[in-house]
Structure formats: structure tokens, C-alpha cells
């Protein structure tokens, strides 16, 4: 399994604001190792999901364009303390992971 | 302390995983698991291909906000937010102009989510970041250019 992400929401009004932090290489694929030469083989998150009390709120595919140990923020309407919020993301080799947090 | 840490957090992914799947599936089925990913899209090389496979540029709007830096230094680490205020955005896509695989990233927002995402992105070269956000079938643009002294592409 993939080293742990953080994630953190906090309620400013009535939207939820939600920031995660990934692990992550995210290899894009076409850059080369600066001592071989040798092509590194793309490694990056394609798909990344979240929730809020199991209500699917973003749903996301990315590229090898994404900065490596990714950072992603979003707000969501509606929610409120307490809330359940869970993020997940799948890489193109098939890891996983997922991560919680409760609306602070 | 670590250990009890990630065996908590895994027990509960687990059983999340499963109330999501069944609250989701009595709610909209389908919408469990993420959309395939769009390999011929994020793959792409040619700006013009991913513009149009995307739904195309579509109009300007000033209703949509691209925050990025002026200059990045290093290209390999971009933070930009996307701000749309353009009611029922439910899709925001960011676009890399000259990047080697323009296509960066896309998000589809629903059930609250607003039109609101902060990331990093790499950029390889000075160019446009480009937001299209697509809001009641129609997709609008916005971009904000960046100039890049460091390539975040392996340059």
C-alpha cells in the first residue's frame, strides 16, 4: 500500500473547505533518468474520488501533468460539521489508496 | 503510534468503501466507481486533438478565475486555482498549452462540490494554463499565462 495522504476539512460559512496532500512520484512517463538515459516508466495517479457522507462530490481523472506528491483542494456546499469526507485515488499500475477525515 | 494509526485508518477505508458503494448504488447506480481513464486523451501530444476531444474551447467567460503565478521558477511545481462562478459548474478541466500531454487534469463536481479547484501542476514551458469549465452543456474558457524559467517535463 501507498505511504498514508493527509487530508483536512474545515467548515468556513456553510461550505466545506477540503485539502489533501498525496504520495506520489506522478512520472509522467517521457522523462528520462539524468545517469541512464533510460526512459522512467510513467507512475501517476489517473482517477481520484471523493465523498462527503458517501456522496460522491468530485470524481477527477489526471495525468502525468500533476505535480509529483499532488496536492488537490475543493470546496463543498451543503456539507456540514461532522461530515464525513473520504478521498481515494488509483494510479495506472493499480495502487490505491484512501484517506477520512470528519468536517471540523 | 504509527502502526494503530494505519491499521484505524484502514479498517475504516474498508467499511467506508462499503457504505459508499451502498449509498451510492441506491442513489445513482454507476456512479461507484470513477470513469475510465481517458488514456487517448491524457496521452496526446497535439493541443488541438485534447481541444477538441474535450467539447472545444468554447466562449470566454470572465466569470471564471485562473490564480497562478506570474513567473514559476520551477516548472515542475505550478500551484493554480480555478475559481468558476458560473452557476452549475460540473466540470473543470486545466490545460497545460504547451506542455508535452496538454491535458492535465479533469474534474467532475457534483452533489455541492463548487467550482473551485486548487492543485500543482508541472508546466513545461512558458504558455497559457487553460480552464475550461463546462456548466449546463455549454463550456466556457478562461487561461492565465505563466512564464516558466525551469521546465517541469524533463527539461
Known amino acids: ?33 539524468a545517469k541512464t ?22 470524481d477527477a481523472q489526471w495525468g502525468g501533468g500533476i505535480s509529483k506528491n499532488p496536492y488537490l483542494a475543493f470546496k463543498v456546499k451543503g ?10 485515488w488509483v494510479d495506472n499500475t493499480g495502487d490505491k489508496n484512501t484517506a477520512e477525515a470528519a468536517i471540523g | 503510534m504509527n502502526i494503530l ?27 461507484v466507481f470513477a470513469a475510465e481513464w481517458n488514456k487517448a486523451v491524457f496521452e496526446s501530444k497535439d493541443l488541438g486533438s485534447v481541444m ?25 511545481v505550478v500551484p493554480v486555482e480555478i475559481t468558476s462562478n458560473i452557476a452549475g459548474t460540473d466540470t473543470i478541466i486545466i490545460i497545460g ?3 508535452t500531454q496538454p491535458m492535465l487534469a479533469e474534474f467532475k463536481l457534483s452533489n455541492g ?11 513545461g514551458a512558458t504558455s497559457n494554463v487553460r480552464a475550461l469549465v463546462k456548466a449546463g452543456g ?18
Open chain 2, 52 to 76: 477538441g476531444s474535450v467539447g472545444g474551447a468554447g466562449a470566454a467567460a470572465g466569470d471564471i478565475n485562473v490564480k497562478a503565478p506570474d513567473i514559476a521558477e520551477n516548472g515542475a
Open chain 2, 5 to 31: 494509526r494505519r491499521n484505524v485508518l484502514k479498517g475504516a477505508g474498508a467499511a467506508s468503501a462499503v457504505s459508499v458503494a451502498m449509498v451510492a448504488g441506491l442513489l445513482k447506480p454507476g456512479t
Open chain 2, 113 to 123: 462540490a463548487q467550482g473551485y479547484i486548487s492543485t500543482r501542476i508541472k508546466m
Open chain 1, 79 to 88: 456539507a456540514k460539521k461532522g461530515d464525513k469526507v473520504v478521498v481515494n
Open chain 1, 37 to 58: 538515459g533510460a526512459v522512467v516508466p510513467a507512475h501517476h495517479i489517473t482517477n481520484v474520488t471523493a465523498t462527503v457522507n458517501g456522496a460522491t462530490v468530485l
Open chain 2, 138 to 155: 455549454k463550456t466556457y474558457t478562461a487561461a492565465k499565462e505563466v512564464k516558466v524559467t525551469i521546465g517541469g517535463c524533463g527539461g
Open chain 2, 97 to 99: 498549452e504547451k506542455n
Open chain 1, 1 to 33: 500500500m501507498a505511504e498514508p495522504m493527509k487530508i483536512r476539512a474545515s467548515m468556513s460559512g456553510d461550505t466545506a473547505d477540503v485539502k489533501c496532500l498525496m504520495n506520489h512520484p506522478m512520472e509522467t512517463g517521457l522523462r528520462k533518468d
